[in-house]
């Protein structure tokens, strides 16, 4: 079995900033691309941020410039810095990892997800 536990949301008022982080653990070999996708009342899911192994990072236009993912190999887990944040950054953040677990399959791992709201 393999867990991802996301954390670090909550509220926080137009402009400021919040950092999310997930942790991976349980029958991980290995982890190629990890990251996170948000999804808002009555909304598709949708990507925010990936981070490949080797760190190359993508983003969806509409965070570019405020959001920063980052990963620790060591510790399996990623990070998402939110910063300047606005109201329509409000959702529930998936963290998402695709990696080989030890029965030598490739797979695709969701977290439980976590709240993010920007109000004032």
């Known amino acids: 079995q393999v867990q991802l536990v996301e954390s670090g949301g909550g509220l926080v008022q137009p402009g400021g900033s919040l950092r999310l982080s997930c942790a991976a653990s349980?029958?991980?070999?290995?982890?190629?691309?990890m990251g996170w996708h948000r999804q808002a009342p009555g909304k598709q899911r949708e990507l925010v941020a990936i981070?490949?192994?080797?760190?190359?990072?993508t983003y969806a236009d509409s965070v570019k410039g405020r959001f920063t993912i980052s990963r620790d190999n060591a510790k399996n887990t990623v990070y998402l810095q939110m910063n300047s944040l606005k109201p329509e950054d409000s959702a529930v953040y998936y963290c998402?990892?695709?990696?080989?677990?030890?029965?030598?399959?490739?797979?695709?791992?969701w977290g439980q997800g976590t709240q993010v709201t920007v109000s004032s």
């Open positions: 998402n990892a695709n990696l080989y677990n030890l029965d030598g399959l490739y797979r695709s791992y």
């Open positions: 981070i490949t192994s080797g760190s190359v990072t």
């Open positions: 349980g029958s991980i070999f290995r982890i190629n691309a």
